[in-house]
């Protein structure tokens, strides 16, 4: 099943959008290296300044290559080009009553 990001947050926090320019700045481009590589990224930091992110187009599915925050970085190490896919067809989108119709009474 394909599941929406927003998923992700916890029950008590306000859904956040997969795409942070919504709630970012935009720095500039700048050049990161990495472990991966070295990667032409734009850089982007959180209106409240809580967080900076460098994206890249080249790096799938999210682009993050570097991530800092006051607790620490999140760095790419490594970049898997020759992936193969195991899903066959296509996904359906996730729907949670399903789930609930599942569950025994």
Same mark, same amino acid.
């Not at 029950?11 to 970012?24: C, H, T, V």
């Not at 790419?76 to 296509?90: D, H, M, V």
């Given at each position: ?11 008590? *926090? &306000? ?12 720095? +500039? $481009?700048? /050049?990161? @290296? ?22 890249? *187009? &080249? ?12 607790? +620490? $970085?999140? /760095?790419? @190490? ?28």
């Amino acid at each position: 099943m394909e599941m929406p990001i927003e998923m992700m947050s916890m029950p008590d *926090e &306000k859904p956040r959008s997969a795409d942070i320019r919504e709630e970012a700045d935009r720095v +500039g $481009t700048e /050049t990161v @290296t990495t472990p991966a590589g070295t990667f032409a990224c734009e850089h982007y930091r959180m209106k409240d300044k809580s967080a900076d992110f460098w994206v890249a *187009e &080249k790096v799938s599915p999210y682009g993050l290559v570097k991530m800092t925050t006051q607790d +620490g $970085t999140v /760095t790419l @190490t490594r970049l898997i080009s020759n992936a193969q896919t195991k899903i066959k067809g296509t996904p359906r989108k996730f729907d949670p009553r399903e789930m609930m119709r599942q569950q025994p009474e």
